[in-house]
């Protein structure tokens, strides 16, 4: 599984983007990038996912470049309700069960 | 639809105990994984099934733990007996081949 790095926690204000970036420099061919995002007592919640280039969604985009070694999730113009842990995660989504790891994410606190 | 499903979502037992959490993953899902999370490892992957058979049950902390998976709409987590360390929140998650998971709202596990 490729082991992913990103930062420990980053600190934001009301209206910023913020762009969390992901490291997985051993990511294999049929990888893809998950991101979740959880709040505190509640589980992880799927946010997005990609393989390459961007994928945008309601809630976020998600760049990654040409190498696939690293990934960028970004969040437009957050608000406070945006405070939680967000994951990323790398694997094989087609194998029979997909083994799904997490680290210790990405501590986002917005501010007013 | 219904979520995952999860009970209790609160327990509090003494050590030595037997402690029996449960999952109703959401219907047509063929993949379940059980989670355990604390403010020291994070969320850990503890086992997982796919078409209600175990894949991967290297997460599991030792002999004392066990899960099970009688059938798609239905699965077990069993601690016995119970120690303080094993207090946590445990998070039942259930997806389909895409690898988006879903999580029930956790089990808070507390042993005095």
Known sequence: LAKTTQPISMDSYEGQEVNITCSHNNIAT????TWYQQFPSQGPRFIIQGYKTKVTNEVASLFIPADRKSSTLSLPRVSLSDTAVYYCLVGDVWTGGFKTIFGAGTRLFVKA | DAGVIQSPRHEVTEMGQEVTLRCKPISGHNSLFWYRQTMMRGLELLIYFNNNVPIDDSGMPEDRFSAKMPNASFSTLKIQPS???????????????????????GSRLTVL
């Open chain 1, 30 to 33: 049929n990888d893809y990038i």
């Open chain 2, 83 to 105: 120690e303080p360390r094993d207090s946590a929140v445990y998070f039942c998650a259930s997806s389909l081949e895409t690898g988006e998971l879903f999580f029930g709202e």
